[in-house]
Nanobody
Framework: QVHLVESGGGSVQAGGSTRLTCSVSGDARGMYCLGWFRQAPGQEREGVAV???????TYTDSVKGRFTISRDMAKNTLYLQMNTLKPEDTAMYYC????????????????????WGQGTQVTVSS
């Protein structure tokens, strides 16, 4: 079992920055392959960024150059640094862990990922 807890969301003005944190506990394999996902009201959950077992990141096109995914294995923590935020980045952000499905880039079937956090809201105002 893997337990994920997100924090760091809030309200930010367009052009601003914020950092999301996901604390991971439980099975050590939970830190192996991880990702950030988001869901805006009325829309499907989408992948934002994933990081594989050797630390290689993959980003969705809309956040490339603005967001950075990273992790601290010693602290069992996943991060998402979000810069140059836009109103369209407004969503509930979730971290997820899956030692198989998140190890090869953005997964095709998000709903099949093994472990999810409860989410943290990010609201970007113009």
């Amino acid at each position: 079992q893997v337990h994920l807890v997100e924090s760091g969301g809030g309200s930010v003005q367009a052009g601003g920055s914020t950092r999301l944190t996901c604390s991971v506990s439980g099975d050590a394999r939970g830190m192996y392959c991880l990702g950030w996902f988001r869901q805006a009201p009325g829309q499907e959950r989408e992948g934002v960024a994933v990081i594989n077992g050797v630390g290689r990141p993959t980003y969705t096109d809309s956040v490339k150059g603005r967001f950075t995914i990273s992790r601290d294995m010693a602290k069992n923590t996943l991060y998402l640094q979000m810069n140059t935020l836009k109103p369209e980045d407004t969503a509930m952000y979730y971290c997820a862990s899956d030692p198989g499905r998140l190890c090869h880039g953005m997964p095709p079937f998000i709903d099949r990922l093994s472990y999810w956090g409860q989410g943290t809201q990010v609201t970007v105002s113009s």
